[in-house]
């Protein structure tokens, strides 16, 4: 009982990570309807951001970890301005678009490992400090990730809840010839939302990376955490993203009690593959008329 | 009292000359129709007025500015709007909130406005809320206010579509075929309408692509005839369709 009530208490923390993932996805994936891949690129970059701020500026951290995120975001923005928004306007079709994207992640990735080596490189040396709730234990980068991201996740939603401009970066999604012929600047749009995604998957690396470490690879699983979560949990729905991501922490959880950990990209991969199957518009989506599919 | 000038203007596509050197004039107050053949390139004109497409060469003149091959936000901003051939609506948003979005423009002035100007965010949420429900009560559309727009049948989802042109404010109103596909009282509604807002508001220009010519007899001011990309022939209405050529080329008569 106690195991299950910590691994459930894990299950928490590791939501909060992974919601924060499945915004920073789902931001790009609702607003312009393609599978952003580099994704995984920014996160690394965030990360490895600090570690050369850290290691090798010798910042501060608190310094460090301010230019890691501004990093990820430089990165995200710029592969939006130099691959994606010029493919886009020459009419790319959103398979171009991925690939390119691919292209991305590989490229980013294996330059970091060029540079930096591909061991994991720790960011916070010694014992974390730890608390104890009862018999559950919870160290102080765990609460540090549970606050960071639930608060980030619900304040995002406070402010995005009823703001006009999110209104428009979602429209976009659906119809942008249409958006642009209503006097919305798309450029702009999809700029914040670059800029916004980043933020999210460069804190979720930052958090991640402070209690782990880092190596150069891990970038595709956060990837696949974060669209796992979206079309999960519904593309068009923001909670439906958080439900999602929740829902893969929990049963990450769950596999770990009763199996090992090893089996959690298969319970990832398992219910993408069953929601898609059974309920393709996401498990906390409206159900839709035969006719608007 | 802006009017839209058409000056020489050329567009090729794959080396096939789409629109070639054509020239017209549409004045304000009036409700000009362009008709012609399929593939007459009528539509690929209203892509080039709207920036869609680049224009090759020539000139578009709105009001006293150019236009020509300016960003396509910018051209509706500055008045130019469009209804699409194929009615586009935002299918997951609200009949609603559809027609909000044509109002959004104001607030997109640098990508945070609407974060850190909270107050004035509020008075212009209020404007755009009171003129979506008035644009959608025009159309007769208010009870279905929160449906979202991919439930609503072809005809409604057209009218909404004009909603929410009219919610933009645009002063150039580019009409693709607005009545085909509908039944005969929705016509009717839309021919209404149409004449609805030319007398309301006589700086608005509308321009009206449409293959129905009881359509254009009953609406239409002015006559524009294309065909292989050039203009043939044009003049008031009752003279254009009464034109021999005309009737040969288009009408079959």
């Given at each position: 009982?106690?195991?299950?009530?910590?691994?459930?208490?894990?299950?928490?923390?590791?939501?909060?990570?992974?919601?924060?993932?499945?915004?920073?996805f789902?931001?790009?994936?609702?607003?312009?309807?393609?599978?952003?891949?580099?994704?995984?690129?920014?996160?690394v970059?965030?990360?490895?951001?600090?570690?050369?701020?850290?290691?090798?500026?010798g910042?501060?951290?608190?310094?460090?970890?301010?230019?890691?995120?501004?990093?990820?975001?430089?990165?995200?923005?710029?592969?939006?301005?130099?691959?994606?928004?010029?493919?886009?306007?020459?009419?790319?079709?959103?398979?171009?678009?991925?690939?390119?994207?691919?292209?991305?992640?590989?490229?980013?990735?294996n330059?970091?490992?060029?540079?930096?080596?591909?061991?994991v490189?720790?960011?916070?040396?010694?014992?974390?400090?730890?608390?104890?709730?009862?018999?559950?234990?919870?160290?102080?980068?765990?609460?540090?990730?549970?606050?960071?991201?639930?608060?980030?996740?619900?304040?995002?939603?406070?402010i995005?809840?009823?703001?006009?401009?999110?209104?428009?970066?979602?429209?976009?999604?659906?119809?942008?010839?249409?958006?642009?012929?209503?006097?919305?600047?798309?450029?702009?749009?999809?700029?914040?939302?670059?800029a916004?995604?980043?933020?999210?998957?460069?804190?979720?690396?930052?958090?991640?990376?402070?209690?782990?470490?880092?190596?150069?690879?891990?970038?595709?699983?956060?990837?696949?955490?974060?669209?796992?979560?979206?079309i999960?949990?519904?593309?068009?729905?923001?909670?439906?993203?958080?439900?999602?991501?929740?829902?893969?922490?929990?049963?990450?959880?769950?596999?770990?009690?009763?199996?090992?950990?090893?089996?959690?990209?298969?319970?990832?991969?398992?219910?993408?593959?069953?929601?898609?199957?059974?309920?393709?518009?996401?498990?906390?989506?409206?159900?839709?008329?035969?006719?608007?599919? | 009292?802006?009017?839209?000038?058409?000056?020489?203007?050329?567009?090729?596509?794959?080396?096939?000359?789409?629109?070639?050197?054509?020239?017209?004039?549409?004045?304000?107050?009036?409700?000009?129709?362009?008709?012609?053949?399929?593939?007459?390139?009528?539509?690929?004109?209203?892509?080039?007025?709207?920036?869609?497409?680049?224009?090759?060469?020539?000139?578009?003149?709105?009001?006293?500015?150019?236009?020509?091959?300016?960003?396509?936000?910018?051209?509706?901003?500055k008045?130019?709007?469009?209804?699409?051939?194929?009615?586009?609506?935002?299918?997951?948003?609200?009949?609603?909130?559809?027609?909000?979005?044509?109002?959004y423009?104001?607030?997109?002035?640098?990508p945070?406005?609407?974060?850190?100007?909270?107050?004035?965010?509020?008075?212009?949420?209020?404007?755009?809320?009171?003129?979506?429900?008035?644009?959608?009560?025009?159309?007769?559309?208010?009870?279905?206010?929160?449906?979202?727009?991919?439930?609503?049948?072809?005809?409604?989802?057209?009218?909404?579509?004009?909603?929410?042109?009219l919610?933009?404010?645009?002063?150039?109103?580019?009409?693709?075929?607005?009545?085909?596909?509908?039944?005969?009282?929705?016509?009717?509604?839309v021919?209404?309408?149409?004449?609805?807002?030319?007398?309301?508001?006589?700086?608005?220009?509308?321009?009206?692509?449409?293959?129905?010519?009881?359509?254009?007899?009953?609406?239409?001011?002015?006559?524009?005839?294309?065909?292989?990309?050039?203009?043939?022939?044009?003049?008031?209405?009752?003279?254009?369709?009464?034109?021999?050529?005309?009737?040969?080329?288009?009408?079959?008569?």
């Amino acid at each position: 009982m106690i195991l299950l009530s910590q691994l459930l208490l894990n299950a928490l923390v590791n939501a909060a990570i992974f919601s924060l993932l499945a915004v920073g996805f789902g931001l790009i994936y609702r607003s312009m309807r393609f599978f952003y891949i580099a994704y995984g690129a920014v996160y690394v970059i965030a990360s490895y951001a600090v570690v050369a701020a850290m290691q090798i500026s010798g910042f501060p951290l608190y310094l460090s970890i301010g230019a890691g995120v501004f990093l990820g975001v430089l990165a995200g923005v710029l592969m939006d301005r130099t691959v994606y928004l010029p493919l886009e306007r020459s009419g790319a079709t959103p398979g171009v678009l991925l690939i390119a994207s691919l292209g991305l992640y590989i490229l980013a990735v294996n330059a970091v490992a060029l540079i930096f080596g591909n061991e994991v490189k720790i960011l916070s040396r010694g014992i974390e400090p730890s608390f104890s709730l009862g018999p559950l234990v919870i160290t102080r980068m765990q609460v540090i990730q549970f606050l960071v991201g639930w608060i980030l996740v619900t304040g995002f939603w406070l402010i995005i809840r009823k703001n006009t401009l999110m209104k428009g970066i979602w429209a976009m999604g659906e119809t942008p010839n249409l958006v642009t012929a209503l006097g919305l600047p798309c450029g702009l749009m999809r700029l914040l939302v670059f800029a916004l995604s980043s933020v999210f998957a460069g804190v979720a690396s930052l958090v991640t990376a402070l209690d782990v470490g880092i190596d150069p690879h891990v970038g595709m699983h956060a990837l696949l955490i974060g669209a796992v979560a979206v079309i999960v949990g519904g593309v068009d729905v923001y909670w439906g993203w958080i439900g999602g991501a929740s829902l893969l922490a929990l049963l990450q959880g769950m596999a770990v009690w009763q199996f090992s950990s090893r089996w959690n990209d298969l319970i990832t991969f398992g219910i993408l593959i069953i929601t898609l199957l059974f309920r393709p518009q996401g498990l906390f989506s409206p159900r839709k008329r035969r006719e608007e599919r | 009292m802006k009017g839209l000038k058409i000056k020489k203007l050329s567009k090729a596509m794959n080396g096939l000359k789409i629109v070639e050197q054509v020239t017209a004039n549409f004045l304000p107050g009036r409700i000009t129709a362009l008709i012609g053949p399929n593939g007459a390139g009528k539509t690929t004109l209203f892509h080039l007025i709207t920036s869609e497409l680049k224009v090759d060469k020539g000139e578009i003149v709105y009001g006293d500015e150019t236009i020509t091959n300016l960003p396509p936000y910018l051209v509706a901003r500055k008045g130019v709007g469009r209804l699409f051939q194929d009615i586009r609506v935002f299918g997951n948003m609200t009949a609603f909130e559809n027609v909000a979005t044509a109002c959004y423009g104001p607030c997109f002035e640098t990508p945070w406005f609407p974060f850190f100007n909270l107050k004035r965010m509020k008075s212009i949420n209020n404007d755009i809320r009171e003129r979506a429900f008035h644009w959608l009560n025009f159309v007769d559309l208010a009870e279905k206010k929160d449906h979202p727009a991919a439930s609503l049948s072809y005809g409604q989802q057209k009218l909404l579509a004009i909603a929410r042109l009219l919610a933009g404010g645009f002063s150039l109103l580019l009409l693709d075929e607005p009545t085909a596909g509908l039944n005969p009282v929705m016509i009717k509604n839309v021919l209404r309408l149409l004449e609805k807002i030319i007398t309301e508001d006589r700086s608005k220009t509308v321009i009206l692509v449409e293959h129905n010519m009881g359509v254009v007899n009953e609406v239409a001011d002015w006559v524009y005839f294309m065909n292989e990309g050039r203009i043939a022939f044009f003049g008031r209405t009752d003279h254009v369709l009464g034109d021999k050529e005309v009737r040969e080329i288009y009408l079959g008569l």
